[in-house]
Structures are given as structure tokens and as C-alpha cells.
Nanobody
Framework: VQLQASGGGLVQAGGSLRLSCAAS????????VGWFRQAPGKEREFVAA????????DYAGSVKGRFTISRDNDENTVYLQMNSLKPEDTAVYYC????????????????????WGQGTLVTVSS
């Protein structure tokens, strides 16, 4: 599956952005999807993940209550709505996907994903 992340940009602290991860090439509706981010000089970290059914999601503690992950399997797209952005959210955001058999499985470890998008830069100014 090929993944294309988009929607990044420059936003002031407190603002919002919505990232999109568009998939092609496979039956995306049976792929669990996650968002990860990597800030300069830091390791890639988990942000949010969603099961292929859309019925279960998980979030990093640092974004819980501010970010929402969702998916539209008819459009082969997963979204990350980011509200109340903070300067520490500045990073390159990556979406990742992999096939899972269980409709409620959520993958939060980057080692569990075989397919990655190219990343989209989010910059939050103070």
C-alpha cells in the first residue's frame, strides 16, 4: 500500500490543523493505521492509532484530548484532527499502516508497521 500524508503547515499556538493520510494499492479497509511524529534531534514517537474498523483508537498521553484520529474507508483516508496545538507539537508527522486480522486491533509500536508515508511538517509558533 502507498501512503500520502498531507495537511501540515505553520500555525500559531492554540490553532488547529487536520492531517490526511491517503492510501492506494491495497484494501486499505483492513489496515490498521497510526500517526507518528519526529521532532528535530528526537526519536520518532507514537501519536495516535486507529483500528481498521474505526471502532477503537489510542493516543499518546501528550495529545489525548487535543487530537482525534478518524478514518473514512470509502475514501481510503485516515485523518488526524489536531486542536489546541502547542509549540512542542512541532515535528514531521508520518502515517503508517499495516494489515491486521482483527477489526479492533490497534498498533502503537512503529516496529509493527511495514508501510509508511513520506511525512508532513507541522510547525507551531509560540
Amino acid at each position: 500500500v502507498q501512503l500520502q500524508a498531507s495537511g501540515g503547515g505553520l500555525v500559531q499556538a492554540g490553532g488547529s490543523l487536520r492531517l490526511s493520510c491517503a492510501a492506494s494499492g491495497h484494501t486499505f479497509s483492513v489496515f490498521a493505521v497510526g500517526w507518528f511524529r519526529q521532532a528535530p534531534g528526537k526519536e520518532r514517537e507514537f501519536v495516535a492509532a486507529i483500528s481498521w474498523s474505526g471502532g477503537r483508537s489510542d493516543y499518546a498521553g501528550s495529545v489525548k484530548g487535543r487530537f482525534t484520529i478518524s478514518r473514512d474507508n470509502d475514501e481510503n483516508t485516515v485523518y488526524l484532527q489536531m486542536n489546541s496545538l502547542k509549540p512542542e507539537d512541532t515535528a514531521v508527522y508520518y502515517c503508517a499502516a499495516d494489515y491486521v486480522s482483527h477489526p479492533w486491533a490497534v498498533l502503537i509500536d512503529n516496529k509493527q508497521y511495514d508501510y509508511w508515508g513520506q511525512g508532513t511538517l507541522v510547525t507551531v509558533s509560540s
